[in-house]
């Protein structure tokens, strides 16, 4: 995925759904005679009450200027679960409007489980405003499969108010592994419970952030064919190596097996973690949805970066949908995704419920006349310093993207293995955790063909 400003712009890794839309014909945009119901992913759950009455607000409003047309949502945190994805999408169990990680689009829409939506695209009234380079992972053949929702890179994410405490200046954050091993060792000196650096181990997440790592030093996952396994190498090694000394010789990393997304936000959230690989969302997840104190984040970029995982995600419809719930689903997403000042892009009312309104993110609209209006709106209501996160604009523009492996989710789990053998045992062979998963991925590769 290619940046076309120096912003690289982020939101959460996916989404995901449990329940099919369905409803009786009409024309949404018509106000219609009949009435159409549709079902949409990812209410904020009821931990975050602000964020969920927004969402409620917006389908009041959306309804109200599309009568007929009911809309059903599921509150799913987190609404991506790859262990659940592919059953239920197999299985017709979606909403009539759901997400896709990048790396399931070929899959998805080769599988006939995404509808055609070419002759609706138009309902999207800012469609040509979208990245071209996104636009295209969202077709194939010529035909529309999604309306792209997301684009990303990682940096490091880190607490300024830690490092403040622990004597570093804030405003100098990392730009080596050396130094994160520095500050890292002094932010876990605060005392008893303090984290210097956090790190996932399992649920996929340990081989996403593998994979972070691995390209950040300028290594693959895989061959440029795609058909064997490249991580078993010099930045492999690097990367396993880098983490077992920071838990077991430095003791900077705490001694809790952090498995799944939740974990890691929840103690980001706490305040007591120093730092974690991520992208700007990571900053607004952990202050909505796991109350950490909003001026205490700040983002800079992947430290001696050679390349930053680049990733997103698209909304898609569900291939059992009429043209009437078709169209009412994208209705839906032109108004609540794709409007600026509207729903995500309500950023008066994201500061009003005091979310951390000014990180950079969401960079599907590049700089076209829309992505201007959305960062010009973005800062105009900025509840932070946007210079906290400079450092990560800075690099956003320098550092090459790099697109997650195919079959991801396969290989992150795959990959879960040796993050959790460096972190979970002092004696781990690294060579042999990255040779097993070598085999493994190998195995895997075969198999898919």
Partial sequence: ????????????????????????????????????TITVACQPAKSAPKERKAWDDDVATFTKN??????KSTDQQPCFDPKTFGPKLAGGQMETVFVVPVTNYADVVGKGQALDITPYTSTIKNWDDLRPDVRELVTKDGKVYGVPNVHYGVGLVYNRALFTKAGLDPNRPPATWAE???????IAALGQGYVGYGEYSGGNTGGWHFTQAIYGRGGSILTPDNTKAAFNSPEGKAVLQTLHDMRWVDDSMGDKL??????LMMAMGSGKVGMMLGAPDVVTDVVNK???NVADYGITGFPEAKASLSGGEAFMINPKATPEEAKAGLAWLDFRFNTVGKGRFDFARGKALGNPVGVPDNDVYGDSPTGKAIQTDRVKHASLPVENYEPYVRAAATVPPKAEPVHAQELYAILDVP????????????DQLLADAETKANSLLAAKG
């Fill in 290 to 292: 796991f109350r950490g």
């Fill in 66 to 71: 599309h009568p007929g047309v009911t809309v």
């Fill in 258 to 263: 952090l498995v799944g997304w939740e974990s």
């Fill in 180 to 186: 994160v091993r520095e500050a890292a060792k002094k």
């Fill in 1 to 36: 995925m290619q940046r076309s400003t120096g912003l690289l712009l982020v939101t959460v890794i996916g989404l995901a759904a449990t329940a099919c839309g369905s409803g009786e014909s009409a024309s949404p945009s018509a106000g219609g005679a009949g009435a159409v």
């Fill in 419 to 430: 993050m959790s053998g460096v972190l979970s045992r002092e004696d781990a062979s690294i």
